[in-house]
């Protein structure tokens, strides 16, 4: 066939391809693309982003074809410093990295509760992706004195020794701070399965710990049925350390998701800031940013700040509101309980004394105390609450208002009476009060305690209605008291609960329930 039999002429031809050009668009992309100097201890040197922002993300392709994310640090004037938040060991000299061009970010979404996740918000648990709805900044501005409201509501932590003398209110920051092995994760433990059929919702973030212990505590919220309105964000001590300094934060933006979006109560536990703290260290060490006292960098101050002042109860007045376009919903609430291990019960290092200064109180857990069988092992002296009081419930204020002065006493009185001088009648009576109301105070783990419960028991022991037995028979008189209380005197525990207050009908009330309790019962206790 010669060209002039061509079924399509020139013109035909031409306008074909003329139409093609028009509706040809072709997507220009232009990526700055750098690679890796040298990569050690979970931290990159990378060569050619000059463009690059601080705490920008990073995709780091290694050999293999898995994508790392990077966190870039240290913008230095020829390269980058990026802590790399994944398996570094994959990554090798000339790795191409690339920009993203967004801040670190983890996925949310109602779906995330009861689930196991990694400092990027990545599924642990083996049950699959969940439904996010949203992205929420890990780092991000704690919000301003405009858009808060003083404390004043309680955050029940159902332990006797805390809702009566240390109480937490919703927006508190609350430092919970021992010598290790003393329960410091018990209390926080004990706290969110307290919250069980209430409006919270708890998030905790485990920092340094085995996975054999993270296991445990996932295993031990799922049996009381805890795990339903918990999160579980995870940064085991096996991990490099960019992911463990940035777990807490992390956490902390999942949190921020319910109250912001959602307008709920979220209790965040982290357990603990000592090695979060040790993990920036290293991190910035590798870095070599300049290290300061006990080798911390400069900031490590900031590193708690900047987490701890993120905790706020939201105003509920939508006008106020309004004006921030990250808050949706109003009267929200974000309760901080950050953990911190003390060594030989030194409160006065670095690290404590930084926390100390940034919360607003703090639960001391002592291990004289607690290995005497005293558990939780509060000491009353150091432990102080600054603004939970003025969440207490009432009733509580009311029965408690002289248990601290009385613990106080005790302890004091208790050592005097150790070199076993001969005690006036006075003094005897003011021990052996002391001494049953320490043993009030103690305490099962994964017990809590219902607080229309707690009152009826701290009153009767500041009352003096347990001065007649022995200190060994009170834990069976509390059990067979509670017990003949639900059955019998329903009505005091409710009026309790659903008030707040402990008035006088409800006290007379009580008086006779403890009354009769002693009446028909004297051999409870044997």
């Not at 074909?16 to 931290?43: F, H």
């Amino acid at each position: 066939m010669t060209v002039t039999e061509s079924p399509l002429r020139a013109s035909e031809i031409k306008k074909a391809l003329l139409e093609q050009i028009d509706r040809y668009e072709e997507e220009l992309r232009v990526e700055e693309v750098g690679e890796i100097l040298e990569v050690k201890d979970g931290v990159a040197r990378i060569w050619g982003l000059s463009s690059c922002l601080a705490n920008e993300m990073l995709e780091v392709t290694s050999r293999s074809g898995a994508t790392i994310i990077g966190l870039a640090s240290n913008l230095e004037e020829d390269n980058i410093g990026a802590v790399i938040l994944g398996d570094f060991p994959q990554l090798k000299e000339g790795d191409p990295v690339r920009r993203t061009g967004r801040v670190l970010s983890v996925p949310v979404g109602p779906g995330i509760l009861g689930r196991v996740v990694d400092t990027l918000g990545r599924p642990r648990d083996d049950r699959g992706p969940f439904d996010s709805e949203a992205y929420m900044l890990v780092d991000r501005k704690a919000p301003g004195i405009v858009y808060r409201q003083p404390v004043s509501e309680p955050l029940q932590t159902g332990l006797k020794a805390i809702d009566s003398m240390i109480p937490i209110g919703r927006g508190q920051r609350e430092l919970i701070i021992g010598d290790r092995g003393t329960g410091k994760t018990a209390v926080a433990l004990d706290a969110i399965i307290n919250q069980r059929g209430g409006d919270v919702v708890c998030i905790y973030c485990a920092v340094g710990q085995k996975g054999s212990t993270v296991a445990g505590i996932v295993e031990k919220l799922r049996q009381e049925g805890a795990m339903d309105y918990t999160v579980l964000v995870s940064a085991n001590a096996s991990e490099p350390a960019p992911m463990q300094f940035m777990a807490p934060y992390a956490a902390c933006a999942i949190g921020e998701y319910f109250t912001y979006h959602e307008g709920r109560h979220v209790l965040v536990i982290y357990d603990d800031l000592s090695k979060q703290a040790d993990a920036y260290r290293e991190a910035s060490l590798v870095l070599r940013r300049p290290p300061g006292r006990e080798a911390y960098p400069g900031d490590v101050f900031y590193l708690h700040s900047r987490l701890l002042e993120r905790a706020a109860r939201i105003s509920d007045d939508p006008e106020v509101i309004a004006s921030n376009p990250d808050i949706h919903e109003p009267g929200g609430s974000l309760t901080a309980l950050p953990i911190i291990q003390t060594q030989a019960g030194d409160v006065s290092a670095y690290i404590p004394t930084n926390v100390i200064s940034i919360t607003d109180g703090q639960i001391f857990l002592e291990s004289d105390l607690f290995y005497s069988g005293v558990r939780p092992a509060v000491n009353v002296g150091i432990s102080v609450s600054r603004v939970g009081g003025n969440a207490q419930v009432k009733a509580m204020r009311k029965v408690a208002g002289r248990l601290r002065l009385d613990l106080a006493q005790f302890r004091e009185l208790e050592a005097f009476a150790q070199f076993g001088t001969e005690l006036d009648s006075a003094t005897q009576a003011q021990l052996d009060r002391g001494s049953r109301v320490v043993e009030v105070l103690k305490q099962g783990q994964y017990e809590p305690m219902p607080i229309e419960e707690q009152v009826m028991v701290i009153h009767a022991a500041t009352h003096g209605h347990l001065d007649g037995l022995e200190v060994d028979e009170i834990r069976a008189w509390e059990v067979g008291f509670l017990e003949f209380a639900r059955a019998h005197h329903a009505e005091i525990g409710g009026a309790i609960r659903e008030s707040g207050l402990l008035s006088e009908e409800t006290e007379a009330a009580l008086k006779a329930a403890l009354q009769v309790y002693a009446e028909t019962m004297p051999d409870a206790g044997n």
